[in-house]
């Protein structure tokens, strides 16, 4: 049987309220964590000390290679300012046109890791490492080459639009999270040798990047990836929950109705309808009935 319309092929009308609904939630989030500077910068120097504690210490080495070297530093403020905005949208479309059987779970599987990590950002502010005291030895190469770009100094947001981000959504990081998103979509329904590489390459970019442009720490990339593989494991739960919330309040079709017999009434099994031919009846079948009939 033919699988409903619904679960084959999505409409953009009921995606864009989805869109909706994450925007709404970043932008109570970033209301929520307003003027929490202090616990931010106190989180973000626990993570510091547990990366000392566990002999991590890969933020340093990056962040003073991006910070010395033009040549690396301004490409990764670039990567890091526009491809999260970009490379997520165009998977997402890719799958919505060319794979669009898969596009339901794929799009459920970001959407709720995406609220997961809202949650992180709104309950536990955390202070990147590009807006720690100076003597934590960051810096913050967004500010540091603002003239090659639309950015400033607070963080990808164009000059004069740094109201709209939240400056303490370090943990966990969402770009390393959506990165490897698209790596996965990429790997599994790309299909040629170039995408598989480009699947691999581009969250090992981002993961550089976040930490080069001390906009976050290693173990906010690796909450990133934890986040993800959580929302993972509850996206299919919450999916059937909200398709049977939707089964339950959608109006029955014209043609559901129509397939109802007599009101609910259905014949039993092997009844047949006086005069109905069945498929397996053959034509000469059908003239001796028809001819017992006139008898």
């Not at 906009?215 to 990836?225: E, M, P």
């Not at 509850?234 to 007599?262: D, G, H, N, Q, W």
Request: charged residues 15%; aromatic residues 10%.
């Amino acid at each position: 049987m033919q699988p409903p319309q619904h679960a084959t092929r999505p409409r953009w009308w009921t995606e864009l309220p989805l869109i909706a609904l994450v925007y709404g939630a970043y932008t109570a989030g970033r209301l929520i964590v307003r003027g929490n500077e202090p616990l931010a910068v106190e989180h973000g120097l626990s993570i510091l000390r547990i990366e000392k504690a566990l002999h991590l210490n890969a933020e340093h080495p990056l962040n003073r290679l991006f910070t010395h070297t033009p040549a690396l530093g301004i490409p990764a403020d670039f990567i890091y300012g526009s491809l999260h905005y970009l490379v997520t949208p165009a998977v997402l479309i890719w799958l919505f046109h060319r794979r669009p059987t898969r596009y339901r779970a794929a799009r459920g599987w970001l959407m709720t890791s995406t609220l997961l990590g809202l949650i992180g950002f709104t309950f536990l502010p955390t202070c990147p490492p590009r807006l720690l005291p100076a003597v934590h030895g960051f810096t913050d190469t967004m500010a540091q080459y603002s003239s090659y770009g639309w950015w400033g100094g607070e963080a990808s947001a164009p000059r004069g639009m740094g109201g709209m981000t939240n400056q303490f959504a370090a943990m966990p990081s969402l770009h390393v999270g959506w990165a490897l998103w698209c790596g996965v979509m990429l790997w599994r329904f790309g299909g040629s040798r170039m995408t598989k590489t480009v699947a691999v390459a581009y969250p090992l970019t981002i993961t550089f990047v976040v930490m080069g442009t001390a906009n976050h720490y290693l173990l906010d990339a690796v909450a990133g990836a934890a986040v993800m593989g959580l929302g993972l494991l509850l996206s299919k739960p919450l999916m059937r929950l909200a398709e049977r919330v939707r089964t339950r309040f959608a109006p029955v079709s014209s043609s559901t109705r129509a397939s109802i017999v007599s009101a609910g009434c259905e014949t039993s099994a092997g009844e047949r309808i006086p005069g109905q031919r069945t498929s397996s009846d053959t034509p000469a079948e059908a003239d001796d009935s028809t001819a017992s009939t006139a008898r």
